[in-house]
């Protein structure tokens, strides 16, 4: 199984974003998709998930700023990320969790400065 992440930059404080993770590989139907993040000096976490039959859980410091979703058919989750703020900034880590092993793409830088 591999993961491709997209989408990350430099944005406003304020602004929007989108990432993108498509899976590619032999991929069961029972899994849950997500996106962590790993600030400088902080442990990575949990920022959004997403299972197949589409229920979601946030991290509090991002509910109702950030939208997970995913497409099913294209094993590819979205994170839409809105009114960002600096303390989001991080690298961003798609992964995938199906059969009792997590699968982890490469990250993707956000950075949200003025």
């Known amino acids: 199984v591999q993961l491709q992440a997209s989408g990350g930059g430099l944005v406003q404080p304020g602004g929007s974003l989108r990432l993108s993770c498509a899976a590619s590989g032999t991929i069961f139907g029972f899994n849950v998709m997500g996106w962590y993040r790993e600030a400088p000096g902080k442990q990575r976490e949990l920022v959004a998930a997403v299972a197949g039959g589409g229920r979601t859980s946030y991290a509090d410091s991002v509910k109702g700023r950030f939208t997970i979703s995913r497409d099913n058919a294209n094993n590819t989750v979205y994170l839409r990320m809105n009114s960002l703020k600096p303390e989001d900034t991080a690298v961003y880590y798609c992964?995938?969790?199906?059969?009792?092993?997590?699968?982890w793409g490469k990250g993707t830088q956000v950075t949200v400065s003025s």
């Open positions: 992964s995938l969790s199906m059969r009792g092993i997590n699968y």
